[in-house]
């Protein structure tokens, strides 16, 4: 699924540690994320809509992703 988690991190000047801090995950999982090797849950993908305040639909984009 490609999304702007790494773009809004950036805007933000946090390093994948300080935004997995904020929203409670490791570094390995903010760079998962962020290099499509994982998608996260629903919550997580809440919290990083809540900490950038954006929507989730800002953030990830569903179309033409895969639906596991």
Known sequence: MNNKVKELREQYGLTQAQLGEKVNVSRQAINAIETGKFDPSI?????????????????????????K
């Open 43 to 67: 919550w997580l993908a809440y919290d990083l809509a809540c900490f950038f305040n954006i929507t989730i639909e800002d953030i990830f984009d569903f179309k033409g992703s895969e639906r």
